[in-house]
């Protein structure tokens, strides 16, 4: 240890959900408009709940990609 | 049959069916001490989710979320946010962990801390503040099965009696079964929550307001500053959010028993590719808060919120519906609960015990002292769970504040090569501090920020400086050829 760092992309793909239902509360948090009849809080993160599936999806396929590589050389 | 007696029996066909799970799955291996606590590193993709989900889907998504739903409005969306957000945190460092229990033969957060920093005392403090705040957690539980039963006998049973009932139960099943029996009841208590969450969410707004749509337009006619933050309260506005998120995404594997979880996978890439679908379980939360919605204008003044959801269930359906739910509720509560439990009473009598006072026991003496834990915690919750009237949710957050605390000394001890012992040590009694300090002396949230989050930082800064100014530790691959 310390162990092999995660690649940058990888990070950046981790941040965004930070960046999307975190840190810019205060841009989404309001009632209006309503999405399906929903809140937009509460419709904005359960869309964000979906999309930060995606990105970890995205951030897996970067990380395995590059271990591959690695093992090649 | 009364209303009482038909929800009743409900509930207690379906907890029985899954003790009958629990024990057949535990039943056909002989458990030495691995066996009973990591399941023998063989867990695969499907058992690792559902164990996992098991720990994370509790009695405070189901009875807490609403409840805050109900009583706090806006703030209660953090409980959406923070999971999937402790998923991406779990995605850089559980594969990790995992690798260094496979290498190491390590079992619990108290031994990688041990291993990491070659101090039994830090080993020994981590292990004494996770038990400490597994309290809260495994109380929380026990609170919940006690408003399940009072609530679906119609208050035929009083609640204090109703937790006795659930809290022995919940010890004969722990000794009983281990690790494995949790995951497998899991599926059931599962399947069973999904129906209920969805079920409840479309059915109860559409019974009173023919929709989700139209109740949500008639509560932001009356009550719209109830939508947002700071809702019902003065206090919880978006800086509490921000920080409460944070510290509970950066805490949601800093839990003894989430941390020790990442042990009994098959392999490091099994954790991260759980870590990728862990969000959208959380989905089917979002439908509990529907429900807690809708109670806010349908059973307007209850004492106490975490009562919202039952009460407005067993107004809205007949007592059969009542005793599915209160069903489903109890699985939820008394599946995490089992997993906390065997967790501390592990810890306790492994890394605490054993170490500090006893250095010479066997592991089959640890397991009986382990089983004698279990026990000894569960009469503990019940107590406090009779003698205290918070709401599940700010439980819960108690032992975020507290667990989130190891969080510098297991990031930085993975990707950091300048941490040091006593930086990592003096960092967290800071922050284990100011948060008793702060918390017993309600002053959380302070200055707005979560108190947790506050001491979190400090934690973060002592540990850093303080490594800078001590020696530098030798890499473990050299301390341990």
């Known amino acids: 240890m310390p162990i092999k760092k995660p690649s940058l992309l990888a990070l950046l793909l981790a941040l965004i959900p930070f960046v999307a239902m975190c840190f810019s509360v205060a841009l989404w948090d309001r009632i209006d408009p309503m999405i399906l009849g929903i809140p937009f809080n509460l419709a904005w993160l359960v869309c964000w709940i979906v999309l930060s599936s995606l990105c970890l999806w995205a951030a897996y396929r970067v990380e395995a990609t590059r271990s591959k590589d690695r093992g090649a050389r | 049959m009364s209303p009482s007696a038909v929800s009743l029996t409900t509930i207690f066909a379906i907890v029985g069916i899954g003790v009958v799970i629990g024990f057949l799955a535990g039943v056909r291996r002989k458990m030495n001490l691995e066996q009973w606590t990591v399941g023998a590193r063989g867990f695969g993709m499907l058992l690792m989710f559902l164990l996992m989900a098991g720990e994370i889907y509790t009695t405070f998504s189901f009875l807490g979320a609403s409840g805050w739903a109900y009583s706090r409005g806006g703030p209660t969306l953090y409980i959406l946010a923070y999971l999937s957000l402790g998923a991406g945190v779990s995605f850089f460092i559980l594969p990790h962990i995992w690798e260094l229990g496979r290498k190491y033969k390590l079992q619990t957060q108290s031994d ?11 080993a020994a403090f981590v292990c004494v ?14 609170t919940g099965l006690g408003i399940i039963v009072n609530v679906a006998s119609f208050n035929g049973i009083g609640r204090t009696s109703a937790m006795a009932i659930s809290v022995a139960l919940l010890a004969a099943f722990v000794l009983a079964s281990g690790v494995r029996a949790v995951a497998w009841i899991s599926v059931l208590k599962d399947v069973l929550m999904l129906v209920a969450a969805v079920s409840i969410g479309i059915g109860i707004p559409y019974l009173h307001y023919g929709g989700i749509g139209p109740m949500f337009a008639a509560l932001a006619q009356t009550r719209p500053a109830h939508l947002t933050m700071p809702g019902a309260t003065t206090s919880l506005g978006h800086s509490w959010y921000i920080t409460t998120v944070l510290l509970s995404a950066l805490g949601a594997y800093m839990w003894p028993h989430a941390f020790g979880a990442a042990f009994t996978a098959k392999s490091g890439d099994t954790l991260r590719r759980n870590a990728i679908v862990m969000p959208l379980y959380t989905i089917t939360l979002a439908f509990i808060l529907f429900a807690g919605f809708t109670a806010v204008m349908v059973v307007p003044g209850l004492p106490d919120g975490d009562l919202a959801l039952l009460t407005i269930v067993r107004q809205s359906f007949p007592a059969w519906f009542l005793g599915v739910i209160g069903g489903a509720g109890a699985l939820t509560a008394m599946v995490p609960a089992s997993i906390l439990i065997l967790t501390a009473a592990t810890l306790f009598a492994k890394n605490l015990c054993r170490p500090i006072f006893a250095p010479t026991m066997t592991d089959d003496q640890v397991a009986k002292l382990a089983r004698g834990m279990v026990l000894v915690l569960s009469a503990i919750s019940l107590y406090l769970a009779i003698h205290s009237s918070t709401t599940l949710v700010s439980l819960l957050l108690l032992g975020y504040a507290g667990v989130t605390q190891f969080f510098p000394g297991v990031v930085l001890g993975l990707y950091w090569k300048h941490v040091t012992m006593p930086g990592v040590f003096a960092g967290m009694i800071a922050g284990v501090a100011i948060v008793a300090y702060l918390i017993l002396t309600h002053q959380d949230p302070f200055m707005g920020w979560s108190a947790g989050f506050v001491a979190l930082c400090i934690n973060f800064l002592i540990t850093a ?13 050299q301390t341990h050829n």
Not at chain 2, 129 to 142: A, E, S, T
Not at chain 2, 465 to 477: E, G, K, Q, R, V
């Open chain 2, 112 to 122: 990688f801390f041990g291993l990491r920093y070659g101090n039994k005392y830090l």
């Open chain 2, 129 to 142: 503040v996770g038990v400490i705040f597994l309290i809260p957690y495994l109380q929380l539980q026990i």
């Open chain 2, 465 to 477: 400086i303080l490594s800078l100014l001590t020696p530098a530790m030798p890499p473990l691959d």
